[in-house]
Structures are given as C-alpha cells and as structure tokens.
C-alpha cells in the first residue's frame, strides 16, 4: 500500500516554528489579561478557572436562563451552578427573579473576564465559562458570588468538573447562614426516605448506602433493603470509566455516609444517576442527621 506525500524536513520546521509562535502569543495574552486582571484591583484568577477566553470584554444584559449576552453578540453560560427555577423546582418563583436581578447587578455595563477549559461551548453555541468581575472587591468571581447569596446551586455538566472543591465551599457557607434558598424547605437538602415528589428536579441527598453492586458493567448504590422501591443512585457503563480513571470503585461506597447531587427520575423507586466521581461526595459518619430535608 503506497503512502502519501511527506512534507519535507524545510516545511516541517517552518510549521514547527509558525505553532511555536501562535502558542507563544497565546500565552502572552493570557498573561497579560491576567496581569490586567489584578491590576483592576482583584485576587489573581483561581487556579482551577482554566484558560482565558478573553477579557474586558462587556456585559449588557442577562437573558431569562441565565446566559449572560456580552456587546458582541456572545451568550455565556455560568459553567458549574445552577440558578433556582421557580415552579420547575417545585418552590416559589422569587428566589428566581431574585437570582436573575442580581446578576445583571454584579454585570451589567461592565467589563469581564472569561476563563474556559473544553469544551467550551455548549449545544446551544453559548461559551461555558468562569467568568470574573475585575473591579467587583469580594465579588471577583460571579458563581462565586451568586453561591454565596443562596442564589445558585453547585450542577456539574459530566465534562466539565472544573473548581468542584472551592463552589461547594462557598455553596456550604450559604447554607449554613440559610441565605437566599436555603432559608426555603424546597431546596433542603433531602434524605432518601422523602424524594417520593422531588421526581424531575434538581436535588441533594443525604444519606448512607446500604449496598453498592456491579451488574452489567452498570453501578448500583441502594439506600435501601428493596432496591424496587428505594432510593438508588446508578452510574451507566460509560459514566463508570471517569470513576475508573479517579482510581474510584463504586462498590467502595458500600456503608458510607454520601452527599449525591444531580436530577431526580423515577425507575423503580426515586433514582439519581451520577456521571462523576464529583457527583458523590463521602460524609463523616456523624454528619448525618435524622429527618434531614423535612
């Protein structure tokens, strides 16, 4: 079978430096934004943020879903939280509007930098950023800042699990202060007894997992005796490779206490299935407490 044709060593080396320098001013952007960024008077840009997108780049306004359009015609979505839905979450529609209003508050007519990690967009063309107020003082970073009212909730997509660590620990200060959405019995955290109406919304759940089995390549985590009815939280063959790569069995779950994040469907009992090993966190054992979320 013959081969097609090489470039020569002359034209190889000419690609070689052309990516050198494209790679090279690359980076001095970034640098500079970056420099740009805390010469604005902010916190230089979490580490876990990713690469900047662009910066200084201005906002006009904030769409019903939570995209934030810029000048140019560009929709940002807020990669990492997810804002309150009103009826689709089964709780009143003010925390919503609140959601809304304050982030075009912190936004609106201002300059801001985008920091992405791919994907970077999303099926609806909208760049999946973190993205960063510079002159905002303690608000520099805006999922930071709409956590930390109780306006928005830690929602991992399964390709981008960027600053899980650092969104939940602002996400865990409001809930302890009981700002925002925590002060409302819908957004409690629930436990696997009383999920039998949160069927097509967003919850967390507490609680600890009785039995953990493989089946078919499929993850079953029971919190409870009768898998028919109870809840379950399973992880799909596909999902199981980043578990894998984490260095995560799932069977390891077995008898620990877990927070389970993500979207409540219906089979064979109320059912969450985790696409991460960030969808399931491990509790101290005394961290449960009885009638959570009631």
């Known amino acids: 079978m013959g081969q097609g044709k090489q470039p020569d060593a002359r034209a190889r080396g000419k690609g070689h430096v052309f990516m050198m320098a494209v790679l090279s001013r690359a980076g001095a952007l970034a640098a500079f934004a970056s420099m740009a960024f805390s010469a604005a008077g902010a916190a230089p840009l979490p580490a876990c943020a990713g690469a900047i997108e662009a910066a200084g780049v201005q906002a006009i306004r904030v769409e019903k879903n939570g995209a934030l359009i810029l000048t140019d015609g560009r929709a940002i979505h807020l990669e990492g939280i997810l804002f309150p839905a009103g009826a689709r979450d089964h709780a009143p529609d003010y925390f919503a509007g609140q959601a809304l209003n304050e982030m075009s508050t912190l936004t609106h007519g201002r300059g801001v930098t985008l920091a992405v990690m ?166 101290p054992d005394t961290a449960l407490r009885p009638g959570v979320g009631q």
């Not at 985590?221 to 999902?239: C, E, H, N, Q, R």
């Open 118 to 283: 791919p994907p970077k967009e999303d099926r609806y063309g909208r760049l999946r950023a973190q993205i960063f107020v510079p002159d905002d003082g303690d608000d520099d970073w805006l999922q930071a800042a709409m956590l930390k009212r109780g306006l928005a909730r830690v929602a991992l997509a399964p390709d981008r699990r960027e600053c899980v660590a650092e969104l939940r620990a602002v996400e865990a200060q409001a809930r302890a202060q009981r700002y925002g959405i925590w002060s409302n019995p819908a957004y409690a955290i629930r436990n696997p007894g009383n999920l039998g109406r949160d069927t097509g919304t967003f919850q967390i759940v507490d609680g600890k997992v009785l039995t953990a089995t493989l089946k078919d390549g499929r993850a079953y985590l029971d919190f409870g005796p009768d898998f028919k009815t109870d809840f379950t939280v399973t992880i799909s063959a596909d999902d199981m490779k980043a578990f894998h790569l984490a260095g995560v069995d799932p069977r390891d779950y077995a008898g620990k206490n877990v927070r389970v994040r993500g979207w409540v469907e219906s089979l064979n009992g109320p059912e969450i299935e985790a696409a991460a090993p960030e969808d399931i966190e491990v509790l």
